[in-house]
């Protein structure tokens, strides 16, 4: 019989059956960090996550949320590009890479929320638009971890040619 501390829940606070807990798969990207939104039943060995809808029984294991919108992966929980200033965030990320605030309004990139296939869910990214003529041609999209993709059936050209 697995035991909750298997799937990550600890620290159940409360006595008797009906108790509570942080979540281990929203928790750590709320700004409420110490947020019980855990309802564990220690009788029924189930629980259910009233912020990201994770439920599941120490008998058949975790299930995903009733609600997909709200469930996402445990890997993405912190997104990089997405904090409290997230502008600020991006320019910092591209200053250390020795790109200038300059170069990056010039070449009008931005940050957005966009599915990727390799994670396979919405996540944050930052689009690099491909111009030629003023034109936008493809964008190109990378997310936190170094994932990348274009525009489906756009056409492939070389990044700053206008710039
Ligand atoms: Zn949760």
């Given at each position: 019989m697995k035991t909750f501390a298997d799937f990550g829940i600890t620290d159940l606070k409360g006595a008797g059956v009906e108790r509570v807990s942080t979540c281990p798969q929203c928790s750590s990207a709320?700004?409420?960090?110490?947020?019980?939104c855990l309802s564990v039943n220690t009788e029924k060995g189930c629980w259910n996550c009233h912020h990201c809808g994770w439920a599941g029984t120490l008998k058949q294991g975790a299930e995903h949320s009733s609600n997909p919108y709200l469930w996402k992966p445990?890997?993405?929980?912190?997104?990089?590009?997405?904090?409290?200033d997230p502008e600020a965030q991006m320019l910092e990320w591209f200053a250390q890479r020795g790109i200038s605030e300059a170069v990056v309004r010039r070449n009008q990139i931005r940050r957005d929320v966009v599915y990727m296939p390799q994670p396979e869910t919405e996540v944050p990214v930052i689009c690099f638009p491909f111009f030629r003529g003023g034109q936008v041609v493809n964008v190109k999209y990378r997310d936190k971890d170094k994932n990348f993709r274009g525009v489906g059936g756009a056409e492939r050209i070389f990044f700053g040619l206008d710039d």
């Open positions: 709320r700004k409420n960090k110490r947020a019980k445990k890997t993405y929980t912190k997104p990089i590009f997405i904090p409290k």
